[in-house]
């Protein structure tokens, strides 16, 4: 497609698992982001991908988080042992060049930790 | 700590009214500035940017409206429809030059 997808679109889990999220940034897109938004307020920045090098983790809340995009192309976002208060919509981002800038997003997976 | 802030939570508008959304940052180092528009369970559109060096920038129905000394941002849609109801981002990129700082959102209703 012609723009950032993302999958699965919702997913519930139990506190403890783990979980894989899956982004497929716009073809071509050097750049790519992960965002957490949380309910009713803006989305905040995890984590940033120039290809396939991850240049910036600084906003990852724990090493619970990781994230890899191994061939510059498709990302994955992986939480280790979930608590509830990773329930949040994460939303991914591409952009075309180093420049950054517009980013464009994906719907975004919300996931439910009970 | 916010450093992009949109005070208003909610806005409502007639239809073929104007609709102007504020948004206010701390960091004077920010140079660009971005609109975002947001469906609910859709991930947010880019709408209009601005670049420091410019205080206005226009794309047909929508201007963007920058007061460096006032550390002050707005954007103006005219006329407001009602498929303009949405959630409105303002965001800046921070000093690394790509994440993006983003504002709570101000959620507006064009009514009929």
């Known amino acids: 497609g012609a723009g950032v997808s993302q999958s699965p679109r919702y997913k519930v889990a139990k506190r403890g698992q783990d979980v894989a999220l899956r982004c497929d940034p716009i073809?071509?897109?050097?750049?790519l982001f992960w965002y957490q938004q949380a309910l009713g307020q803006g989305p905040e920045f995890l984590t940033y991908?120039?290809?396939?090098?991850?240049?910036?983790k600084s906003g990852l809340p724990s090493d619970r988080f990781f994230a890899e995009r191994p061939e510059g192309s498709v990302s994955t976002l992986k939480i280790q042992r979930t608590q509830q208060e990773d329930s949040a919509v994460y939303l991914c981002?591409?952009?075309?060049?180093?420049?950054?800038?517009?980013?464009?997003f994906g719907d975004g997976t919300r996931l439910s930790i009970l | 700590d916010q450093q992009v802030k949109q005070n208003s939570p909610s806005l409502s508008v007639q239809e073929g009214r104007i609709s102007i959304l504020n948004c206010d940052y701390t960091n004077s180092m920010f140079d660009y500035f971005l609109w975002y528009k947001k469906y609910p369970a859709e991930g947010p559109t880019f709408l209009i940017s601005?670049?420091?060096?410019?205080d206005k920038n226009e794309d047909g129905r929508f201007t963007v409206f920058l007061n460096k000394s006032a550390k002050h941002l707005s954007l103006h849609i005219v006329p407001s429809q009602p498929g303009d109801s949405a959630v409105y981002f303002c965001?800046?990129?921070?000093?690394?030059?790509?994440?993006?700082?983003f504002g709570k959102g101000t959620s507006l209703l064009v009514t009929p």
């Open positions: 991908f120039q290809n396939e090098a991850q240049l910036d």
């Open positions: 073809s071509g897109h050097v750049s």
């Open positions: 601005i670049s420091s060096i410019k």
């Open positions: 981002a591409s952009a075309r060049d180093i420049l950054n800038q517009p980013q464009h």
């Open positions: 965001a800046a990129p921070t000093n690394s030059g790509y994440a993006l700082n």
